[in-house]
């Protein structure tokens, strides 16, 4: 159990606060509820962008890690459907350095046409590398056109189309920042050697100051119930053929989340697991085979995909792999494999609450 209190600031940034006295660090996270979901189909891409964007500097703060660094501090951020969430630690004694550069750049990112030309080409590249020129990469971005029709998670967070980015224009870039980035669209998760009043402190002389947004209400689309299965063939220039079988599931808050996530376990973690001992060690039909959710906020998707050994059929890979689903569907599971799987459960939420910076994210997301 994770100890911490919270209070939220007049402009309405929500403030969680978590003290741990056995460590000299401090960890500052900053999540703006916007993530691929909340953007125009025809402009997509754009929450992934503004990651990217939010190192460029701030009207007061040119260089962001220059000044960080200094104070021994070290920083990242990631982008997903649901979220954009930035992430630094730093000694708790340099902590108000920490509110300096964050405060900054929610009030006043400095807008460059040389910064926008910069980070535009950094995603492309990265379009290029992740999904383009590596094997089996465009299947992330074919999956979920398969799986949604009408959700916004049709397409991957970095877009959509890469055009949208390549030609997204200043009054676009500003226009997304000045709708989702303000303080009543955040959540600050502030942990490590800390206390509550010193945190208050430094919210009112650094956040508070900053006005309140317009933000508008998530309205998605509900994505109506797949009736019927979806099947897509590629062909490309991979080492192996691959197989990829996908479900609907809940959101991430959904009791069944959690079911899934043991599903998961118990049919792939290990080389005792049920899919790994009968289709790779007694059938050998794969070199490799995994299960996995995707922890999504709204309804997501499970996934069991496998690389096949060279002789074996797509056909006789994917009916062997229902086979398997349908005798975990028809009986129990043994107790001994769900144990094992909950213990291993256990076990990482354990480990994960060692780190100050885990504890954040998981405080902020939360």
């Known amino acids: 159990m994770i100890d911490f209190e919270r209070f939220t600031l007049e402009n309405g940034l929500k403030v969680i606060v978590h003290r741990d006295t056995s460590t000299p660090m401090a960890c500052v996270n900053v999540l703006y509820d916007v993530g691929a979901r909340d953007e125009d189909s025809e402009r997509t891409g754009f929450?992934?962008?503004?990651?990217?964007?939010?190192f460029g500097g701030s009207v007061n703060i040119p260089d962001f890690?220059?000044?960080?660094?200094?104070?021994?501090?070290?920083?990242?951020?990631f982008t997903t459907n649901d979220i954009t969430n930035y992430y630094l630690t730093l000694p708790a004694v340099n902590l108000e350095v920490a509110f300096w550069l964050e405060s900054d750049r929610m009030l006043s990112l400095a807008f460059s046409e040389k910064s926008l030309e910069v980070q535009r080409n950094v995603v492309i590249e990265e379009y290029k590398q992740s999904y383009l020129n590596q094997p089996y990469g465009d299947i992330w971005i074919e999956i979920p056109k398969l799986a949604y029709k009408v959700h916004p998670y049709l397409w991957p967070t970095i877009g959509k189309n890469i055009?949208?980015?390549k030609y997204a224009v200043m009054d676009d870039v500003k226009a997304f920042f000045k709708k989702f980035y303000c303080p009543n669209n955040a959540i600050l998760c502030v942990t490590g050697n800390v206390t509550v009043?010193?945190?208050?402190?430094l919210c009112e002389k650094w956040f508070a100051p900053i006005p309140m947004g317009n933000t508008p209400k998530r309205n998605l689309p509900i994505e109506p119930p797949q009736t019927e299965s979806r099947k897509l063939e590629l062909k490309r220039d991979v080492p192996a053929n691959a197989i990829y079988k996908v479900y609907h599931m809940g959101k991430r808050i959904d009791k069944s989340f959690y079911t899934m996530e043991l599903l998961a376990d118990v049919l792939t973690d290990g080389n005792a697991s049920r899919l790994y001992v009968e289709l790779v060690k007694n059938q050998k039909l794969f070199s490799e085979i995994n299960a996995?959710?995707?922890e999504s906020l709204d309804p997501g998707i499970f996934i069991v995909t496998g690389k096949l050994l060279d002789g074996v059929a797509l056909e006789q890979?994917?009916?062997?792999?229902?086979?398997?689903?349908?005798?975990?569907?028809?009986?129990?599971?043994?107790?001994?494999e769900l144990e094992k799987?909950?213990?291993?459960?256990?076990?990482?939420?354990?480990?994960?609450?060692?780190?100050?910076l885990n504890k954040a994210m998981n405080l902020a997301i939360f």
Do not use: C, P, R
């Not at 929450?47 to 939010?54: D, K, V, Y």
């Open 47 to 54: 929450a992934h962008l503004f990651e990217h964007l939010m």
């Open 65 to 77: 890690d220059n000044v960080l660094q200094q104070a021994g501090g070290e920083n990242n951020a």
């Open 163 to 165: 055009d949208h980015i």
């Open 341 to 356: 799987a909950k213990n291993k459960t256990e076990s990482q939420h354990i480990f994960a609450e060692i780190s100050i």
């Open 317 to 336: 890979a994917d009916i062997a792999i229902q086979k398997e689903l349908e005798k975990i569907t028809a009986a129990e599971v043994q107790k001994d």
């Open 292 to 294: 996995f959710t995707f």
């Open 197 to 201: 009043e010193q945190v208050k402190e």
